[in-house]
């Protein structure tokens, strides 16, 4: 009987390696026939408009090198492929790659925002800033006023990005007793970003940032700053000014906050497993509180004293906590104050700037016309379209004209690092990643 079952498997393990060369055969066959046997659109990684048509070439010696040079991936696989790209290896290699991505998925980055009022425009414009070139998934999480839920399905849902970005779309939510007070802390719906690790319990990192950020480098690399947390760090932000002598904490604050001139809170990573964890040192009780715990009481003690609303109970946690805080460089989080008195950014100066935030509404008035000159060019930016010539160049042309003002005058750290970002994104397009 054991004998039968040997035999019986060997006979299936020889049958199952036929139909998989047989198939291997089938696929090398149908790419040989003359016109390639594909007319649908398939996704081209290595051009620059993001699409082309599949089928339209045969395999000569242009394919050849193709083969060579691009690999397969989760969304390129072997049958999303131009047909003048591989035969047999191809097919081969698509398999085990399906396999092997079928257990182990790309991880994907989390990224959080909250939109109230007029800010559907900003937010989709930031959106489409973190997809142009971030390298791993992206999913988005939404938190919007619920007639603005259409719009922003609508927009998204046209993003020809498949595979690579995700969303979901929640409404704005506060504790139910306390939801008025919350409501009308500094801006509409502002403070939602307190209570996200307490709303997305299944998410374990999560990158919160304002509507008016735009990213200029990829998003996985603030991503990556979470693999150098220590063991006692939570969360990380921007210092809110690299000169004291124009600080707004420092000069005019009536409650405690982070460091030397406080920490801003429009770029915000979070570690949201260790928040929710974690038990804060406070003045309120000698007995520590969890998050959930200290929200509310800090908001009551101190919300006579406060002006930026949720940003200054930041400060004031992280002041009875510093441990917890890792702190990035300003041009991870630059701002007008960074140059409307002069430059004081000086990482920027150096390596560019990294992500833009455009607070004080600078992306829709004329009084700092170098961070409106950026955030227009990304907002008519056309996915597919070539990154040199229809973002960048004509970028450089309008930061030109506002060498006027303190900002302009040093328009070429807005482009250093952009530069920079594109020229790495066609190198990666060029090794098919």
């Given at each position: ?275 929710r964890r974690k038990y804060f040192k406070n003045d309120m ?90 955030y227009e060019a990304i907002k008519n930016y056309s996915f ?50």
């Open positions: 009987m054991r004998r039968f079952a040997r035999v019986a498997l060997l006979c299936l393990g020889c049958a199952v390696c036929s139909l998989l060369y047989g198939l291997s055969q089938l696929a090398l066959s149908l790419e040989q026939e003359p016109g390639g046997g594909r007319d649908t659109q398939a996704r081209d990684p290595a051009a620059p408009g993001g699409r082309r048509r599949a089928g339209s070439a045969g395999r000569g010696e242009a394919g050849t090198e193709r083969c060579k040079n691009l690999s397969l991936s989760f969304w390129n696989s072997y049958w999303m492929l131009p047909s003048d790209v591989c035969g047999m290896n191809c097919f081969w290699e698509a398999a085990f790659r399906y396999e092997y991505m079928k257990t182990h998925p790309p991880e994907k980055m989390h990224l959080a925002v909250v939109a109230c009022g007029e800010r559907l425009e900003e937010t989709v414009t930031m959106l489409r800033s973190a997809i142009i070139f971030s390298i791993k998934p992206l999913h988005f999480h939404i938190f919007a006023e619920d007639q603005l839920h259409e719009s922003f399905k609508d927009t998204l849902d046209e993003f020809p990005y498949e595979g690579k970005v995700y969303y979901t779309l929640y409404p704005i939510t506060f504790p139910s007793e306390s939801a008025a007070e919350w409501k009308k802390l500094f801006k509409p719906c502002a403070s939602q970003r307190l209570f996200l690790p307490l709303i997305l319990k299944n998410v374990d990192s999560l990158l919160y940032v304002d509507t008016d950020i735009l990213f200029l480098r990829p998003v996985d690399d603030i991503w990556s700053f979470l693999g150098k947390f220590n063991s006692t760090q939570i969360a990380a932000m921007a210092p809110e000014h690299e000169e004291p002598r124009i600080g707004w904490y420092n000069r005019f604050a009536r409650h405690p906050y982070y460091g030397v001139t406080g920490i801003n809170s429009g770029v915000m990573l979070m570690n949201m497993t260790r928040i009780t000698p007995v520590r509180l969890q998050w959930r715990e200290i929200l509310m009481p800090l908001l009551k003690k101190y919300k006579l004293n406060i002006t930026w609303g949720d940003q200054d109970l930041l400060n004031i946690m992280f002041f009875h906590n510093p441990e917890s805080l890792y702190v990035f460089p300003c041009q991870w989080n630059y701002r007008p104050d960074h140059c409307i008195y002069g430059s004081n950014c000086k990482a920027a100066e150096e390596e560019g700037i990294f992500i833009l935030h455009g607070n004080r509404g600078v992306y829709h008035d004329d009084k700092q016309p170098t961070f409106r000159a950026v597919g379209d070539d990154l040199v010539h229809s973002l960048l160049q004509p970028l450089e042309q309008e930061l030109q004209k506002t060498m006027h003002t303190y900002c302009g005058r040093v328009y070429k750290v807005f482009i250093k690092q952009l530069t920079k970002s594109i020229r790495d994104l066609y190198a990666r397009r060029s090794k098919g990643r």
